[in-house]
């Protein structure tokens, strides 16, 4: 089945730096591509939408130049969170919908677990 | 969206069926139900999807009443491994989508 892969698994990085989560569809393309956070003990919760070739679309409260989203290529998206802070701390988990698939039918990455300390 | 209910939590034993029932009452008629499951430190894996009656696959049965206002996932003899978060989704199945995820239903299986 579709595969998409997410890297890092985990990172731990110093308040204050930018860390950069990769998004890959391996074997089908997504012009669109969905980034989700999750804390502990609680439901995913959507970020924003990648959409290849054009910005992204970004949920009510989620800050744009925070969480930074380049959609470059039919296969890859990217989620740069900057200037993290310990809040920022959380699962960080992409998603996309291949192509001719039913729309509610998306492949998950594995997620990345972001500490900021 | 229509606005789905679930069980926070399940358990049961090894070997038995689990029914996770989801209520989805204001559901509209070009709406899809469809079911995740999630592991602890991973990502959502789709399970199956239904518009009406039954629907079957390798991992679970989905049980879709007349009217719509509910489905109950159906795991037949759950094993450990089936320990996981289980979330019921439900949406239109064209067109452009984001999915909105409920709280979900923990199911614990035990020895």
């Known amino acids: 089945g579709a595969v998409v892969s997410q890297h890092p698994s985990r990172v731990i990085c110093k308040s204050g730096t930018s860390v950069k989560i990769e998004c890959r569809s391996l074997?089908?393309?997504?012009?669109?591509m969905f980034w989700y956070r999750q804390f502990p003990k609680q439901s995913l919760m959507l970020m924003a939408t990648s959409n290849e070739g054009s910005k992204a679309t970004y949920e009510q409260g989620v800050e744009k130049d925070k969480f930074l989203i380049n959609h470059a290529s039919l296969t890859l998206s990217t989620l740069t969170v900057t200037s993290a802070h310990p809040e920022d701390s959380s699962f960080y988990i992409c998603s996309a919908p291949p192509r001719g698939a039913p729309k509610n039918i998306q492949y998950f990455g594995a997620g990345t677990r972001l500490s900021v300390l | 969206l229509a606005k789905t209910t679930q069980p926070i939590s399940m358990d049961s034993y090894e070997g038995q069926e689990v029914n996770i029932t989801c209520s989805h009452n204001?559901?509209?008629?070009?709406?899809?139900i469809t079911w995740y499951q999630q592991f602890p430190s991973q990502g959502p894996r789709f399970i199956i999807q239904?518009?009406?009656t039954k629907v079957t696959n390798e991992v679970a049965s989905l049980f879709i009443p007349a009217d719509r206002k509910s489905s109950t996932l159906s795991l037949p003899r759950v094993s450990l491994s089936d320990t996981a978060v289980y979330y019921c989704l439900v949406g239109g199945n064209s067109g452009y989508s984001t999915l909105t995820f409920g709280k979900g239903t923990m199911l614990l299986v035990s020895p």
């Open positions: 239904g518009y009406k």
């Open positions: 074997d089908f393309q997504a012009t669109t």
């Open positions: 204001n559901i509209a008629t070009n709406d899809y």
